[in-house]
C-alpha cells in the first residue's frame, strides 16, 4: 500500500565501500527524485528524473549515479563512500502535469559511514 | 539572497497559542508554494498549498504576498501534535529546470 518506498531503511558502512538504495512509486507519477538531509537537517534535490530521464543533476559528485529502469523506478548508486556523504536520503515522485506539483517522498535511508 | 530563507526558529509555544512563520523567496518568477511538516526522523509531507487569495484549512492559515515575495503559514490553538518542522516550499521555474526548493525549516514545540 506504501506509495514510495525505499530500501533499506538504515544503511551502515566503511568509508570506501559502493551501496545502492532502491525506491519504488506506485502513484503512477512520470518524477521521481533523490534528496538529501545533512545533518543539520537541510534537505537538498540531488536528481530528478522524468519518464525515465535525468532532468535535474544538481553538481552532486560523479560517485552518486542514479539509474531509472523505468517510470516507477529510481535506484541511487554510491561508489567509495565518504564519510561526509553519511546523511539521510529521501526518495520523491510527484505528478509534473499537475498545475500545483506536489512531492510525495519515502520514508528515508538513514546512511552512516564509517 | 538565499532561494527560500524561513525564519530560524525554535519555537516554543504553550498548548492553544497561535503562532506564525514566515518565508521569503527569491525567484520572483515563481509559481507554486507549499508548506510542508516533517516530523522527527521522518519524511516530509504536504501540509497545504498556498493560493495567491490565501487559504485555511482547518486551525491553520496560509498567505502569499507576490509583491514582497513572502509566505506566511498561521497556526491557531496549537495542539501537542503540531510539534514537528515546517517546510516553506518554493518553485524554481524554467521548463526541465523546474524544481521544489525547500527551506530549511523552523521547529515548533507546542507544549502542555
Known amino acids: 500500500d506504501t506509495a514510495v518506498s525505499q530500501t533499506p531503511k538504515y544503511l551502515v558502512t566503511q568509508m570506501g565501500n559502493d551501496k545502492s538504495i532502491k525506491c519504488e512509486q506506485n502513484?503512477?507519477?512520470?518524477?521521481m527524485y533523490w534528496y538529501k538531509q545533512d545533518s543539520k537537517k537541510f534537505l537538498k534535490i540531488m536528481f530528478s528524473?522524468?519518464?525515465?530521464?535525468?532532468?535535474i543533476n544538481e553538481t552532486v559528485p560523479n560517485r552518486f549515479s542514479p539509474k531509472s529502469p523505468d517510470k516507477a523506478h529510481l535506484n541511487l548508486h554510491i561508489n567509495s563512500l565518504e564519510l561526509g556523504d553519511s546523511a539521510v536520503y529521501f526518495c520523491?515522485?510527484?505528478?509534473?502535469?499537475?498545475?500545483?506539483?506536489?512531492?510525495?517522498f519515502g520514508s528515508g535511508t538513514q546512511l552512516s559511514v564509517l | 539572497r538565499k532561494e527560500v530563507e524561513q525564519d530560524p526558529g525554535p519555537f516554543n509555544v504553550p498548548e492553544g497559542a497561535t503562532v506564525a512563520f514566515n518565508c521569503t523567496y527569491s525567484?520572483?518568477?515563481?509559481?507554486?508554494f507549499f508548506w510542508y511538516r516533517q516530523d522527527c526522523r521522518k519524511e516530509p509531507k504536504l501540509l497545504m498549498s498556498?493560493?495567491?487569495s490565501g487559504n485555511e484549512d482547518g486551525r491553520f492559515t496560509a498567505q502569499l504576498n507576490r509583491a514582497s515575495q513572502y509566505i506566511s503559514l498561521l497556526i491557531r490553538d496549537s495542539k501537542l501534535s503540531d510539534s514537528a518542522t515546517y517546510l516553506c516550499v518554493v518553485n524554481r521555474p524554467g521548463g526541465s529546470n523546474y524544481k521544489l526548493t525547500f527551506g530549511k525549516g523552523t521547529l515548533l514545540t507546542v507544549n502542555p
Open positions: 502513484l503512477g507519477h512520470d518524477t
Open positions: 520523491a515522485s510527484s505528478n509534473r502535469r499537475e498545475v500545483n506539483e506536489k512531492l510525495f
Open positions: 528524473y522524468n519518464n525515465k530521464e535525468l532532468i
Open positions: 498556498v493560493y495567491s
Open positions: 525567484n520572483s518568477a515563481s509559481q507554486s
